[in-house]
């Protein structure tokens, strides 16, 4: 099979494509045929050396696709040839053929677009565990998400809005600005902006997946509010004081979606919950750009020179 693949870590130019020995099933696995394989900034990670990478020879990335089944293993019985699949946390993704455990695999259903799916998959469940295990927010709360613009917080963002919650975000464009209002935000403040005035002590829900962000976020919190901090796509945090919270009746959750999609009940529940928004039309996204998987290299330094808005997904 076509497979992008590398045997050193770093840059780009480490990355390969070509022939590699296609994948074997077991009993308890299914052969999945890719159609649209997501990208994510934690590839880049891998790639350079710096983030967890499941040993193989040679390396190959990705954890997140969607496809057809095209082989099923003697002990399965949830899943049949030609049905539409997809996972998240499953390695040796950057391929034609990935063999995943079935209780990995998420059905597709018939009734929405395979490349919309494939669009929202990795980020639509962060937004879902972010939303409805962290936030728990309840209609007329007044919620803060920083990176609104981004792949989770254009999901959040929606799913929020249309759960009644009234959602206020901050984004470095206009552009962005302009987008994050058509969905639902009721204001949005620009980063360039002195924006921070008469804001402190005004959200019950700070959501920060910026990181270095942490202290501002928790000024934005009214005293019991909360600060949901689950990632540094702007660097990491600075350390923080639990007394000061404790003074303020102020609390930091966090979370890893990991820890949520722990068994095939859990993953089945989770995308059930984050299809029923799409197939109610209460969230759209920004079209994908898609590259061959031939192409990988240039989709990769797509990703990483930040010009990207919306999901990169790669088509073999
Ligand atoms: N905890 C989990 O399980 C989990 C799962 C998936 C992702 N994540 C984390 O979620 C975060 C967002 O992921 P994503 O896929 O949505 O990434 P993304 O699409 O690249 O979005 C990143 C956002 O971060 C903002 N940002 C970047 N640098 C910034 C800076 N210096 N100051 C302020 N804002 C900055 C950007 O805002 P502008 O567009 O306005 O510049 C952008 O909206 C990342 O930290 C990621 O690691 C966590």
Do not use: C
């Amino acid at each position: 099979m076509k497979a992008l693949y590398f045997n050193n870590f770093g840059d780009n130019s480490v990355l390969k494509y070509g022939n590699i020995q296609s994948p074997q099933i077991n009993a308890e696995q299914i052969l999945v045929k890719t159609q649209f394989i997501g990208l994510n900034f934690a590839d880049i990670y891998r790639r350079r050396g710096t983030y967890h990478i499941e040993k193989h020879h040679p390396y190959i990335n990705g954890y997140e696709a969607l496809g057809e089944v095209v082989a099923v293993g003697s002990h399965i019985n949830d899943f049949k040839l030609g049905d539409t699949v997809f996972f998240v946390d499953v390695p040796f993704a950057n391929a034609e053929y990935v063999s995943v455990p079935s209780e990995n695999a998420i059905i597709v259903p018939e009734n929405l677009d395979p490349k919309i799916i494939a669009s929202v998959g990795l980020q639509g469940l962060t937004a879902d565990f972010l939303a409805h295990d962290l936030g728990k927010n309840l209609p007329g709360n007044n919620v803060f998400i920083h990176g609104i613009s981004g792949g989770v917080g254009q999901i959040l963002s929606q799913m929020l809005t249309s759960d009644g919650i009234n959602v206020y975000g901050i984004t470095s464009t206009l552009a962005k600005q302009t987008l994050a209002l058509q969905q639902g935000a009721v204001k949005i403040f620009l980063r360039n902006t002195p924006w921070n005035q008469n804001l402190n002590g005004k959200f019950d829900t700070i959501y920060d997946g910026v990181g270095k962000t942490l202290e501002q976020s928790l000024a934005l919190a009214t005293n019991k509010g909360k600060v949901i901090f689950y990632g540094m796509s702007g660097g990491n945090p600075p350390k923080i004081d639990p007394i000061k919270l404790l003074n303020q009746s102020k609390s930091i959750l966090t979370g890893d979606l990991w820890d949520y999609l722990s068994n095939a009940i859990e993953r089945k529940k989770r995308s059930q919950r984050l299809f029923s928004y799409f197939q109610e039309n209460k969230i759209k996204i920004s079209e994908p750009t898609i590259f061959s998987l031939a192409d990988g290299q240039k989709a990769y330094e797509y990703l990483e020179s930040g010009k990207s808005a919306g999901k990169i997904l790669l088509k073999p």
